[in-house]
Protein backbone atom coordinates (compact mmCIF):
# COMPACT_ATOMS: atom_id res chain seq x y z
CA UNK A 1 0.00 0.00 0.00
CA UNK A 2 0.90 3.52 -0.60
CA UNK A 3 2.24 5.39 2.43
CA UNK A 4 3.50 8.86 1.07
CA UNK A 5 4.47 10.37 -2.43
CA UNK A 6 6.75 13.29 -2.22
CA UNK A 7 7.50 15.57 -5.38
CA UNK A 8 9.73 18.35 -5.48
CA UNK A 9 9.68 21.30 -8.66
CA UNK A 10 8.04 18.29 -10.62
CA UNK A 11 5.98 20.16 -13.48
CA UNK A 12 3.88 22.97 -11.95
CA UNK A 13 4.24 21.47 -8.30
CA UNK A 14 7.10 23.32 -6.10
CA UNK A 15 7.03 20.85 -3.36
CA UNK A 16 4.26 18.56 -1.76
CA UNK A 17 4.35 15.79 0.96
CA UNK A 18 0.97 13.72 0.65
CA UNK A 19 -0.05 10.88 3.02
CA UNK A 20 -2.23 8.20 2.08
CA UNK A 21 -4.50 5.80 3.88
CA UNK A 22 -6.76 2.65 3.02
CA UNK A 23 -9.40 2.91 1.20
CA UNK A 24 -10.69 5.19 -1.94
CA UNK A 25 -8.77 7.84 -2.45
CA UNK A 26 -10.36 10.25 -4.85
CA UNK A 27 -8.35 13.30 -6.43
CA UNK A 28 -10.41 16.62 -7.91
CA UNK A 29 -9.91 19.68 -9.23
CA UNK A 30 -10.47 21.92 -12.28
CA UNK A 31 -9.36 21.26 -15.82
CA UNK A 32 -5.81 21.91 -16.46
CA UNK A 33 -5.09 22.34 -12.71
CA UNK A 34 -2.63 19.20 -12.98
CA UNK A 35 -4.93 16.61 -11.45
CA UNK A 36 -2.82 14.20 -13.08
CA UNK A 37 0.72 15.09 -11.84
CA UNK A 38 0.54 12.24 -9.09
CA UNK A 39 0.00 9.88 -11.53
CA UNK A 40 2.55 11.37 -13.57
CA UNK A 41 4.75 10.86 -10.38
CA UNK A 42 3.77 7.45 -9.86
CA UNK A 43 4.48 6.36 -13.15
CA UNK A 44 7.77 7.57 -13.26
CA UNK A 45 8.57 6.23 -10.13
CA UNK A 46 7.50 2.53 -11.72
CA UNK A 47 10.14 3.19 -13.98
CA UNK A 48 8.48 4.61 -17.32
CA UNK A 49 10.58 6.97 -19.22
CA UNK A 50 11.05 11.02 -18.39
CA UNK A 51 12.29 13.81 -20.44
CA UNK A 52 13.88 17.63 -19.12
CA UNK A 53 10.33 18.48 -19.61
CA UNK A 54 9.14 17.42 -16.12
CA UNK A 55 11.25 19.59 -14.20
CA UNK A 56 10.01 22.97 -12.78
CA UNK A 57 11.17 26.01 -14.93
CA UNK A 58 13.79 27.33 -13.57
CA UNK A 59 15.02 24.89 -11.45
CA UNK A 60 17.88 21.99 -12.27
CA UNK A 61 15.95 18.65 -11.15
CA UNK A 62 13.09 16.96 -9.96
CA UNK A 63 12.82 14.49 -6.93
CA UNK A 64 10.56 11.87 -6.80
CA UNK A 65 10.19 10.07 -3.89
CA UNK A 66 7.17 7.22 -2.60
CA UNK A 67 7.44 4.95 0.63
CA UNK A 68 5.20 1.68 0.87
CA UNK A 69 3.84 -0.54 3.07
CA UNK A 70 4.96 -4.21 2.02
CA UNK A 71 2.89 -5.80 4.58
CA UNK A 72 0.36 -7.42 2.35
CA UNK A 73 2.78 -7.18 -0.82
CA UNK A 74 4.59 -10.70 -0.76
CA UNK A 75 5.76 -10.78 -4.48
CA UNK A 76 7.31 -7.56 -3.89
CA UNK A 77 9.19 -8.29 -0.75
CA UNK A 78 10.39 -11.62 -2.55
CA UNK A 79 11.66 -9.78 -5.47
CA UNK A 80 13.07 -6.91 -3.25
CA UNK A 81 15.01 -10.34 -1.34
CA UNK A 82 16.36 -11.62 -4.68
CA UNK A 83 17.73 -8.34 -5.78
CA UNK A 84 19.65 -7.81 -2.17
CA UNK A 85 17.28 -4.36 -1.71
CA UNK A 86 14.54 -5.61 0.83
CA UNK A 87 14.57 -3.54 4.49
CA UNK A 88 11.93 -5.10 6.26
CA UNK A 89 7.86 -4.56 5.80
CA UNK A 90 8.78 -0.94 4.24
CA UNK A 91 10.16 0.30 0.55
CA UNK A 92 10.94 3.81 -0.02
CA UNK A 93 11.38 4.32 -4.02
CA UNK A 94 13.15 7.68 -5.07
CA UNK A 95 13.79 9.12 -8.14
CA UNK A 96 15.77 12.42 -9.54
CA UNK A 97 15.07 13.81 -13.06
CA UNK A 98 17.58 16.74 -14.78
CA UNK A 99 17.17 19.32 -16.81
CA UNK A 100 19.82 18.05 -19.42
CA UNK A 101 17.38 14.61 -19.56
CA UNK A 102 19.48 12.43 -17.52
CA UNK A 103 17.34 9.87 -14.49
CA UNK A 104 18.87 8.56 -11.43
CA UNK A 105 16.86 5.99 -9.42
CA UNK A 106 17.24 4.03 -6.03
CA UNK A 107 15.17 1.55 -4.25
CA UNK A 108 15.50 1.34 -0.03
CA UNK A 109 18.75 4.10 -0.74
CA UNK A 110 20.17 2.09 -2.91
CA UNK A 111 21.09 3.06 -6.40
CA UNK A 112 19.29 0.85 -9.00
CA UNK A 113 18.35 0.82 -13.01
CA UNK A 114 15.20 1.86 -14.37
CA UNK A 115 14.52 -1.59 -15.76
CA UNK A 116 14.71 -2.75 -11.82
CA UNK A 117 12.15 0.28 -10.62
CA UNK A 118 9.99 -0.98 -13.16
CA UNK A 119 9.97 -4.75 -12.48
CA UNK A 120 9.43 -3.56 -8.57
CA UNK A 121 6.71 -1.38 -9.62
CA UNK A 122 4.74 -4.23 -11.19
CA UNK A 123 4.59 -5.76 -7.75
CA UNK A 124 3.36 -2.42 -5.93
CA UNK A 125 1.08 -0.50 -8.11
CA UNK A 126 -1.23 -0.88 -11.24
CA UNK A 127 -1.88 2.27 -13.30
CA UNK A 128 -5.27 2.61 -15.33
CA UNK A 129 -4.95 6.02 -17.26
CA UNK A 130 -7.47 7.67 -19.23
CA UNK A 131 -6.18 5.93 -22.48
CA UNK A 132 -5.51 2.47 -21.40
CA UNK A 133 -8.69 0.76 -22.35
CA UNK A 134 -7.67 0.76 -25.99
CA UNK A 135 -5.07 -1.98 -25.01
CA UNK A 136 -8.36 -4.00 -25.04
CA UNK A 137 -8.53 -3.65 -28.70
CA UNK A 138 -5.50 -5.76 -28.81
CA UNK A 139 -5.90 -9.76 -28.80
CA UNK A 140 -2.44 -10.46 -26.79
CA UNK A 141 -3.94 -8.22 -24.42
CA UNK A 142 -7.17 -9.66 -24.44
CA UNK A 143 -5.59 -13.19 -23.64
CA UNK A 144 -3.02 -11.76 -21.51
CA UNK A 145 -6.13 -10.50 -19.30
CA UNK A 146 -7.99 -14.44 -19.65
CA UNK A 147 -5.01 -16.21 -18.62
CA UNK A 148 -5.42 -13.70 -15.72
CA UNK A 149 -8.52 -14.01 -14.72
CA UNK A 150 -8.16 -17.77 -14.99
CA UNK A 151 -4.90 -17.52 -12.80
CA UNK A 152 -3.32 -20.44 -15.41
CA UNK A 153 -0.62 -17.97 -16.45
CA UNK A 154 1.96 -20.35 -15.09
CA UNK A 155 0.65 -22.62 -17.35
CA UNK A 156 0.59 -20.71 -20.36
CA UNK A 157 4.12 -20.19 -19.41
CA UNK A 158 5.17 -23.45 -19.25
CA UNK A 159 3.50 -23.96 -23.16
CA UNK A 160 4.98 -20.99 -24.31
CA UNK A 161 8.14 -22.55 -22.85
CA UNK A 162 7.58 -26.08 -24.93
CA UNK A 163 7.03 -24.36 -27.96
CA UNK A 164 10.02 -22.43 -28.06
CA UNK A 165 11.62 -25.13 -26.61
CA UNK A 166 10.05 -27.41 -30.02
CA UNK A 167 11.52 -24.39 -32.19
CA UNK A 168 14.92 -24.54 -30.74
CA UNK A 169 15.86 -28.07 -31.59
CA UNK A 170 14.36 -27.65 -35.15
CA UNK A 171 17.13 -25.15 -35.87
CA UNK A 172 19.37 -27.61 -34.39
CA UNK A 173 17.83 -30.12 -36.77
CA UNK A 174 17.87 -27.79 -39.90
CA UNK A 175 21.76 -26.48 -39.26
CA UNK A 176 23.39 -30.09 -38.74
CA UNK A 177 21.49 -31.70 -41.64
CA UNK A 178 21.82 -28.54 -43.94
CA UNK A 179 25.53 -28.09 -43.70
CA UNK A 180 25.94 -30.65 -46.16
CA UNK A 181 29.53 -32.54 -46.25
CA UNK A 182 30.92 -32.29 -42.70
CA UNK A 183 34.34 -33.55 -43.74
CA UNK A 184 36.29 -29.98 -44.38
CA UNK A 185 35.09 -29.17 -41.13
CA UNK A 186 35.83 -31.79 -39.15
CA UNK A 187 39.24 -31.68 -40.99
CA UNK A 188 39.87 -27.83 -39.95
CA UNK A 189 38.43 -28.93 -36.09
CA UNK A 190 40.74 -31.14 -36.27
CA UNK A 191 43.75 -29.32 -36.37
CA UNK A 192 42.18 -26.09 -34.33
CA UNK A 193 41.54 -28.44 -31.16
CA UNK A 194 45.04 -30.37 -31.86
CA UNK A 195 47.06 -26.85 -31.65
CA UNK A 196 45.22 -25.33 -28.83
CA UNK A 197 45.66 -28.63 -26.94
CA UNK A 198 49.38 -28.48 -27.55
CA UNK A 199 49.88 -24.80 -26.65
CA UNK A 200 46.69 -23.27 -25.10
CA UNK A 201 47.21 -23.54 -20.96
CA UNK A 202 45.16 -23.15 -17.98
CA UNK A 203 44.56 -19.35 -16.45
CA UNK A 204 47.04 -20.60 -13.81
CA UNK A 205 49.47 -22.56 -16.00
CA UNK A 206 49.50 -19.40 -17.84
CA UNK A 207 50.27 -17.16 -14.73
CA UNK A 208 52.83 -19.01 -13.88
CA UNK A 209 54.39 -19.13 -17.51
CA UNK A 210 54.34 -15.26 -17.34
CA UNK A 211 56.10 -15.29 -14.02
CA UNK A 212 58.70 -17.77 -15.17
CA UNK A 213 59.36 -15.41 -18.22
CA UNK A 214 59.43 -12.09 -16.21
CA UNK A 215 62.08 -13.95 -13.74
CA UNK A 216 64.30 -14.92 -16.73
CA UNK A 217 64.43 -12.05 -18.44
CA UNK A 218 65.51 -10.24 -15.68
CA UNK A 219 67.67 -12.91 -14.12
CA UNK A 220 70.75 -10.58 -14.29
CA UNK A 221 69.17 -7.37 -12.03
CA UNK A 222 67.63 -9.75 -9.46
CA UNK A 223 71.42 -11.43 -8.92
CA UNK A 224 73.03 -8.38 -8.37
CA UNK A 225 70.03 -6.69 -6.40
CA UNK A 226 70.02 -9.54 -4.03
CA UNK A 227 73.81 -9.74 -4.01
CA UNK A 228 73.75 -6.00 -3.14
CA UNK A 229 71.44 -6.35 -0.06
CA UNK A 230 73.20 -9.46 1.07
CA UNK A 231 76.70 -7.20 1.29
CA UNK A 232 74.56 -4.82 2.93
CA UNK A 233 73.57 -7.37 5.55
CA UNK A 234 76.35 -9.48 6.20
CA UNK A 235 79.43 -8.03 3.96
CA UNK A 236 82.47 -7.95 4.90
CA UNK A 237 81.90 -3.69 5.69
CA UNK A 238 82.40 -2.44 9.48
CA UNK A 239 79.25 -0.75 8.58
CA UNK A 240 77.56 -4.37 7.61
CA UNK A 241 74.02 -4.43 9.60
CA UNK A 242 74.89 -7.56 11.62
CA UNK A 243 78.39 -6.24 12.69
CA UNK A 244 76.49 -3.00 13.75
CA UNK A 245 73.81 -4.96 15.49
CA UNK A 246 76.39 -7.16 17.20
CA UNK A 247 78.01 -3.94 18.75
CA UNK A 248 74.71 -2.71 20.01
CA UNK A 249 73.60 -5.73 21.54
CA UNK A 250 77.36 -5.79 23.21
CA UNK A 251 77.12 -2.56 24.31
CA UNK A 252 73.14 -2.86 25.84
CA UNK A 253 74.57 -5.50 27.30
CA UNK A 254 76.74 -3.79 29.42
CA UNK A 255 74.67 -0.89 30.27
CA UNK A 256 71.91 -3.57 31.53
CA UNK A 257 74.35 -4.43 33.95
CA UNK A 258 74.07 -1.06 35.42
CA UNK A 259 69.92 -0.25 34.91
CA UNK A 260 68.54 -3.60 33.84
CA UNK A 261 65.71 -1.57 32.21
CA UNK A 262 67.43 -2.00 29.38
CA UNK A 263 67.27 -5.87 29.48
CA UNK A 264 64.36 -5.77 27.33
CA UNK A 265 66.00 -3.44 24.80
CA UNK A 266 68.71 -5.56 24.96
CA UNK A 267 66.59 -8.61 23.67
CA UNK A 268 65.21 -6.73 20.97
CA UNK A 269 68.02 -6.31 19.01
CA UNK A 270 69.34 -9.73 19.58
CA UNK A 271 65.99 -10.78 18.13
CA UNK A 272 66.90 -8.52 15.02
CA UNK A 273 70.14 -10.10 15.36
CA UNK A 274 68.51 -13.43 14.62
CA UNK A 275 66.01 -11.91 11.60
CA UNK A 276 69.16 -10.28 10.11
CA UNK A 277 70.72 -13.72 9.41
CA UNK A 278 67.67 -15.33 8.25
CA UNK A 279 67.22 -12.82 5.69
CA UNK A 280 70.77 -13.03 4.63
CA UNK A 281 70.67 -16.92 4.44
CA UNK A 282 67.32 -16.35 2.22
CA UNK A 283 69.02 -13.80 0.06
CA UNK A 284 71.74 -16.66 -0.43
CA UNK A 285 69.16 -19.45 -1.12
CA UNK A 286 67.40 -17.05 -3.85
CA UNK A 287 71.38 -16.49 -5.74
CA UNK A 288 72.08 -20.20 -5.89
CA UNK A 289 68.82 -20.48 -7.30
CA UNK A 290 68.77 -18.06 -10.18
CA UNK A 291 68.67 -19.89 -13.25
CA UNK A 292 70.79 -16.96 -15.70
CA UNK A 293 69.77 -19.62 -18.61
CA UNK A 294 69.37 -17.91 -22.08
CA UNK A 295 67.99 -21.24 -23.79
CA UNK A 296 65.38 -21.53 -21.36
CA UNK A 297 64.29 -17.85 -21.43
CA UNK A 298 63.92 -18.22 -25.40
CA UNK A 299 61.67 -20.98 -25.43
CA UNK A 300 59.54 -19.15 -22.66
CA UNK A 301 58.99 -16.22 -25.05
CA UNK A 302 58.33 -18.94 -28.00
CA UNK A 303 55.68 -20.11 -26.31
CA UNK A 304 54.22 -16.69 -25.04
CA UNK A 305 54.62 -15.59 -28.86
CA UNK A 306 52.73 -18.75 -29.62
CA UNK A 307 49.91 -18.16 -27.63
CA UNK A 308 49.47 -14.58 -28.74
CA UNK A 309 49.06 -15.91 -32.19
CA UNK A 310 46.60 -18.34 -31.46
CA UNK A 311 44.97 -15.38 -29.20
CA UNK A 312 44.60 -13.34 -32.20
CA UNK A 313 43.71 -16.34 -34.40
CA UNK A 314 40.89 -17.18 -32.27
CA UNK A 315 40.21 -13.01 -31.22
CA UNK A 316 40.27 -14.12 -27.63
CA UNK A 317 41.81 -13.39 -24.84
CA UNK A 318 45.07 -16.39 -24.28
CA UNK A 319 42.78 -17.21 -20.96
CA UNK A 320 40.30 -18.10 -23.07
CA UNK A 321 42.18 -20.93 -25.53
CA UNK A 322 41.73 -23.41 -23.21
CA UNK A 323 37.91 -22.84 -22.72
CA UNK A 324 38.01 -22.58 -26.81
CA UNK A 325 39.18 -26.00 -27.57
CA UNK A 326 36.70 -27.36 -25.09
CA UNK A 327 34.21 -25.78 -27.16
CA UNK A 328 35.72 -26.57 -30.69
CA UNK A 329 35.94 -30.36 -29.02
CA UNK A 330 31.98 -30.43 -28.05
CA UNK A 331 31.49 -29.12 -31.95
CA UNK A 332 33.89 -31.74 -33.69
CA UNK A 333 32.32 -34.83 -31.59
CA UNK A 334 28.97 -33.53 -32.70
CA UNK A 335 30.26 -33.23 -36.29
CA UNK A 336 31.64 -36.88 -36.32
CA UNK A 337 28.46 -38.33 -34.87
CA UNK A 338 25.89 -36.12 -36.77
CA UNK A 339 23.58 -38.94 -37.70
CA UNK A 340 23.12 -39.98 -34.11
CA UNK A 341 22.86 -36.79 -32.98
CA UNK A 342 20.07 -36.06 -35.59
CA UNK A 343 17.97 -39.07 -34.79
CA UNK A 344 18.32 -38.15 -30.45
CA UNK A 345 17.21 -34.31 -31.58
CA UNK A 346 14.50 -36.18 -33.81
CA UNK A 347 13.35 -38.13 -30.71
CA UNK A 348 13.52 -35.09 -28.45
CA UNK A 349 11.01 -32.97 -30.64
CA UNK A 350 8.84 -35.26 -30.74
CA UNK A 351 8.95 -35.42 -27.25
CA UNK A 352 8.46 -31.76 -26.74
CA UNK A 353 5.49 -31.49 -28.86
CA UNK A 354 4.06 -34.71 -27.10
CA UNK A 355 4.50 -32.72 -23.79
CA UNK A 356 3.20 -29.34 -25.46
CA UNK A 357 0.06 -31.13 -26.93
CA UNK A 358 -1.01 -32.31 -23.74
CA UNK A 359 0.08 -29.10 -21.89
CA UNK A 360 -1.69 -27.17 -24.49
CA UNK A 361 -5.10 -28.82 -24.53
CA UNK A 362 -4.96 -28.90 -20.97
CA UNK A 363 -4.36 -25.20 -20.95
CA UNK A 364 -7.35 -24.64 -23.64
CA UNK A 365 -9.99 -26.10 -21.47
CA UNK A 366 -9.17 -24.17 -18.29
CA UNK A 367 -9.38 -21.04 -20.80
CA UNK A 368 -12.38 -21.87 -22.12
CA UNK A 369 -13.86 -22.47 -18.63
CA UNK A 370 -12.59 -18.91 -17.42
CA UNK A 371 -13.89 -17.64 -20.76
CA UNK A 372 -17.58 -18.43 -19.86
CA UNK A 373 -17.47 -17.10 -16.01
CA UNK A 374 -15.38 -13.81 -17.16
CA UNK A 375 -18.38 -13.41 -19.94
CA UNK A 376 -20.94 -14.04 -17.87
CA UNK A 377 -19.74 -11.77 -14.53
CA UNK A 378 -18.60 -8.95 -17.31
CA UNK A 379 -21.93 -8.65 -18.46
CA UNK A 380 -23.68 -8.61 -15.15
CA UNK A 381 -20.92 -5.84 -14.42
CA UNK A 382 -21.70 -4.17 -17.79
CA UNK A 383 -25.67 -3.99 -16.52
CA UNK A 384 -24.80 -2.11 -13.65
CA UNK A 385 -22.68 0.31 -15.31
CA UNK A 386 -25.51 1.73 -17.97
CA UNK A 387 -25.16 -1.04 -20.62
CA UNK A 388 -28.44 -2.67 -20.02
CA UNK A 389 -29.27 -5.62 -21.91
CA UNK A 390 -25.48 -5.63 -22.93
CA UNK A 391 -23.51 -8.98 -23.16
CA UNK A 392 -20.03 -9.74 -23.10
CA UNK A 393 -18.61 -12.98 -24.45
CA UNK A 394 -15.29 -14.21 -24.98
CA UNK A 395 -14.59 -16.16 -28.08
CA UNK A 396 -11.88 -18.91 -28.43
CA UNK A 397 -10.70 -19.48 -32.10
CA UNK A 398 -9.06 -22.88 -32.59
CA UNK A 399 -6.09 -21.90 -34.41
CA UNK A 400 -5.06 -24.16 -38.10
CA UNK A 401 -1.20 -24.58 -37.52
CA UNK A 402 0.52 -27.96 -37.32
CA UNK A 403 3.45 -26.86 -35.34
CA UNK A 404 3.29 -25.81 -31.54
CA UNK A 405 3.00 -22.18 -30.91
CA UNK A 406 3.64 -20.07 -27.81
CA UNK A 407 0.44 -18.54 -27.56
CA UNK A 408 -1.34 -22.16 -27.51
CA UNK A 409 -3.65 -23.65 -29.62
CA UNK A 410 -6.26 -21.31 -29.38
CA UNK A 411 -6.58 -17.44 -30.09
CA UNK A 412 -9.09 -14.90 -27.87
CA UNK A 413 -11.04 -12.35 -29.26
CA UNK A 414 -13.29 -10.23 -26.96
CA UNK A 415 -16.85 -10.19 -28.43
CA UNK A 416 -19.67 -7.25 -27.26
CA UNK A 417 -23.52 -6.20 -27.91
CA UNK A 418 -24.48 -3.11 -26.33
CA UNK A 419 -27.91 -3.08 -26.52
CA UNK A 420 -30.60 -6.32 -26.25
CA UNK A 421 -31.35 -8.51 -29.35
CA UNK A 422 -28.03 -7.42 -31.16
CA UNK A 423 -25.26 -10.71 -32.03
CA UNK A 424 -21.86 -10.11 -30.24
CA UNK A 425 -19.34 -8.69 -32.10
CA UNK A 426 -16.39 -8.09 -31.94
CA UNK A 427 -15.00 -5.42 -29.86
CA UNK A 428 -12.38 -3.87 -31.53
CA UNK A 429 -15.30 -2.97 -34.29
CA UNK A 430 -18.22 -2.05 -32.02
CA UNK A 431 -17.33 -0.51 -29.04
CA UNK A 432 -17.35 3.57 -28.41
CA UNK A 433 -14.56 4.96 -26.28
CA UNK A 434 -17.40 5.38 -23.15
CA UNK A 435 -17.92 1.54 -23.16
CA UNK A 436 -14.39 0.62 -23.87
CA UNK A 437 -14.11 2.27 -20.68
CA UNK A 438 -16.75 0.89 -18.76
CA UNK A 439 -16.05 -2.48 -20.09
CA UNK A 440 -12.25 -2.16 -18.83
CA UNK A 441 -13.67 -0.99 -15.35
CA UNK A 442 -16.03 -4.33 -15.42
CA UNK A 443 -13.43 -6.48 -15.59
CA UNK A 444 -11.24 -4.69 -13.45
CA UNK A 445 -14.40 -5.68 -10.76
CA UNK A 446 -14.75 -9.29 -12.10
CA UNK A 447 -10.99 -9.77 -11.49
CA UNK A 448 -10.52 -7.80 -8.49
CA UNK A 449 -8.65 -10.10 -5.96
CA UNK A 450 -6.28 -12.05 -8.51
CA UNK A 451 -2.99 -10.24 -7.31
CA UNK A 452 -1.22 -8.84 -4.77
CA UNK A 453 -0.41 -5.92 -6.26
CA UNK A 454 -1.88 -3.41 -3.14
CA UNK A 455 -2.65 -0.23 -4.72
CA UNK A 456 -4.73 0.47 -8.27
CA UNK A 457 -4.57 3.59 -9.87
CA UNK A 458 -7.39 5.02 -12.35
CA UNK A 459 -6.64 8.21 -13.94
CA UNK A 460 -10.15 9.36 -15.12
CA UNK A 461 -11.14 5.99 -15.95
CA UNK A 462 -14.70 7.13 -15.91
CA UNK A 463 -14.77 9.95 -18.92
CA UNK A 464 -17.99 9.52 -21.30
CA UNK A 465 -20.10 8.87 -18.61
CA UNK A 466 -22.55 10.73 -15.97
CA UNK A 467 -25.73 10.48 -14.11
CA UNK A 468 -26.78 6.99 -12.31
CA UNK A 469 -23.86 5.02 -14.09
CA UNK A 470 -21.46 7.52 -12.51
CA UNK A 471 -22.92 7.01 -9.42
CA UNK A 472 -22.21 3.23 -10.19
CA UNK A 473 -18.57 3.49 -11.32
CA UNK A 474 -18.06 5.38 -8.26
CA UNK A 475 -19.90 2.46 -5.94
CA UNK A 476 -17.35 0.11 -7.62
CA UNK A 477 -14.78 1.90 -7.20
CA UNK A 478 -15.30 2.32 -3.77
CA UNK A 479 -15.89 -1.53 -3.40
CA UNK A 480 -12.36 -1.95 -4.84
CA UNK A 481 -10.93 0.12 -2.33
CA UNK A 482 -12.83 -1.62 0.24
CA UNK A 483 -10.32 -4.46 -1.24
CA UNK A 484 -7.13 -2.64 -1.80
CA UNK A 485 -6.16 0.75 -1.83
CA UNK A 486 -7.55 2.53 -4.79
CA UNK A 487 -6.75 6.12 -6.18
CA UNK A 488 -8.77 7.73 -8.35
CA UNK A 489 -8.61 10.76 -10.51
CA UNK A 490 -11.98 12.21 -11.58
CA UNK A 491 -14.21 15.17 -12.74
CA UNK A 492 -17.34 13.63 -11.64
CA UNK A 493 -19.11 14.80 -8.13
CA UNK A 494 -20.75 11.06 -8.07
CA UNK A 495 -17.27 9.43 -7.78
CA UNK A 496 -15.92 12.37 -5.94
CA UNK A 497 -18.40 11.47 -3.44
CA UNK A 498 -17.41 7.78 -2.79
CA UNK A 499 -14.13 8.11 -1.60
CA UNK A 500 -12.52 7.40 1.69
CA UNK A 501 -10.38 10.65 1.47
CA UNK A 502 -10.13 13.59 -0.78
CA UNK A 503 -7.65 15.46 -2.29
CA UNK A 504 -8.03 18.76 -4.30
CA UNK A 505 -5.37 20.47 -6.59
CA UNK A 506 -5.72 23.81 -7.86
CA UNK A 507 -3.38 25.91 -9.47
CA UNK A 508 -2.46 29.53 -8.65
CA UNK A 509 0.29 32.07 -8.89
CA UNK A 510 3.17 33.69 -6.62
CA UNK A 511 4.05 36.48 -8.35
CA UNK A 512 6.28 34.88 -10.97
CA UNK A 513 5.32 31.70 -11.65
CA UNK A 514 1.77 29.11 -11.86
CA UNK A 515 2.06 26.34 -9.18
CA UNK A 516 -0.56 23.81 -7.79
CA UNK A 517 -1.09 23.32 -4.68
CA UNK A 518 -2.36 19.51 -3.41
CA UNK A 519 -4.29 19.80 0.09
CA UNK A 520 -6.28 17.10 1.90
CA UNK A 521 -10.06 18.17 2.23
CA UNK A 522 -11.76 18.09 5.91
CA UNK A 523 -15.90 17.31 5.86
CA UNK A 524 -16.57 20.99 4.85
CA UNK A 525 -13.87 21.71 2.37
CA UNK A 526 -15.38 18.36 0.87
CA UNK A 527 -18.59 19.46 0.56
CA UNK A 528 -17.94 22.46 -0.90
CA UNK A 529 -15.52 20.82 -4.00
CA UNK A 530 -18.71 18.33 -4.61
CA UNK A 531 -20.84 21.45 -4.89
CA UNK A 532 -18.10 23.08 -7.37
CA UNK A 533 -18.10 20.22 -9.67
CA UNK A 534 -22.03 19.86 -9.41
CA UNK A 535 -22.83 23.66 -10.03
CA UNK A 536 -20.28 25.17 -11.77
CA UNK A 537 -19.07 28.77 -10.97
CA UNK A 538 -22.48 29.76 -8.82
CA UNK A 539 -22.90 27.57 -5.94
CA UNK A 540 -26.11 27.94 -4.34
CA UNK A 541 -27.80 26.91 -0.84
CA UNK A 542 -29.33 23.93 -3.04
CA UNK A 543 -26.45 22.77 -4.51
CA UNK A 544 -24.53 22.79 -1.18
CA UNK A 545 -27.62 20.70 0.39
CA UNK A 546 -27.08 18.53 -2.74
CA UNK A 547 -23.32 17.77 -2.46
CA UNK A 548 -23.92 17.24 2.00
CA UNK A 549 -26.67 14.47 0.91
CA UNK A 550 -24.59 12.84 -2.18
CA UNK A 551 -21.68 12.96 0.67
CA UNK A 552 -23.79 11.20 2.80
CA UNK A 553 -25.49 8.73 0.93
CA UNK A 554 -21.81 7.53 -0.71
CA UNK A 555 -20.56 7.27 3.00
CA UNK A 556 -23.25 5.80 4.40
CA UNK A 557 -23.03 2.74 1.36
Known sequence: MLRSLYVKDFAIVGEADIAFGAGMTVVTGETGAGKSLMVDALLLLSGARADAGVVRAGCDRAELAAEFDLAGAPAARAWLAAEELDDGDACQLRRVIRTEGSSRA???????????????????????????????LDRNHQMGLLDAFGTHADAAQSVAALARRWREIGRRIEAIA????????????????EELDRHALSPEKLSEL????????????????????????????????????????????RLAEIDPALAGAAELVDAAQIQLGEVADALSRYQDSLDLDPERLADAETQIAKLHELARKHRLPMDALKPRADELRAELDELRNAGSLLGELERERETVR???????????????????????????????????????????????????DPAGLERCEFLVSANPGQTPRALRKVASGGELSRISLAIEVAALGLDDVGTMVFDEVDSGIGGAVAEVVGQKLRRLGAARQTLCVTHLPQVAAQGHQHFKVSKGSDGGATLTKIEALDDKAR???????????????????????????????
Open 106 to 136: WINGRPVTLGQLGALGEHLIEIHGQHEHQAL
Open 354 to 404: TQYATAAKTLGAARAKAARKLGAEVSALMGELGMTGGVFAVELEALAKDEP
Open 527 to 557: RDEIARMLGGIEITKATLAHARQMLEHAQAG
Open 178 to 193: GSGDHGERVAVLERQV
Open 210 to 253: NDTHKRLANAGQLLQGSSSIGELIDGDSEFALRRSLARAHTELQ
